[in-house]
């Protein structure tokens, strides 16, 4: 009976050590890093929810031809300005926007579509 009530207090013990040492090594990071923990940020702010953030629903709604058509965009290759484009990526790693009639010039150069 007696060995195993020391057995408890020496796990007990042990446990705890091992405890203060972790939350020794979290806090001491913390304290070095730029990098705020996000759990941190959030329990900062108990009335921010991502529910909250979110946009209202006739918004979210709206039919994406009134987003995206309001203005037509230039062509990458021939700058006249057209409502739609193919988007491809050049020699260069850049993003490109191809009319329709520029297109068979994107594929013969072999770009990639995205």
């Known amino acids: 009976m007696l060995i195993g009530i020391v057995l408890a207090v020496v796990l007990a013990g042990v446990v705890a050590a091992y405890w203060l040492m972790l939350r020794r090594r979290r806090v001491s990071a913390a304290r070095s890093a730029k990098v705020v923990p996000l759990r941190s940020v959030r329990r900062r702010r108990p009335g921010k929810s991502p529910e909250g953030r979110s946009k209202p629903r006739e918004i979210?709604?709206?039919?994406?031809?009134?987003?995206?058509?309001?203005?037509?965009?230039?062509?990458s290759l021939c700058r006249e300005r057209s409502a739609r484009l193919s988007f491809y990526v050049d020699e260069g790693g850049r993003t490109i926007g191809v009319c329709k009639n520029c297109r068979p010039k994107a594929e013969a150069r072999e770009l990639d579509r995205l």
């Open 60 to 75: 979210r709604d709206k039919p994406r031809e009134t987003a995206a058509g309001e203005q037509a965009r230039p062509c």
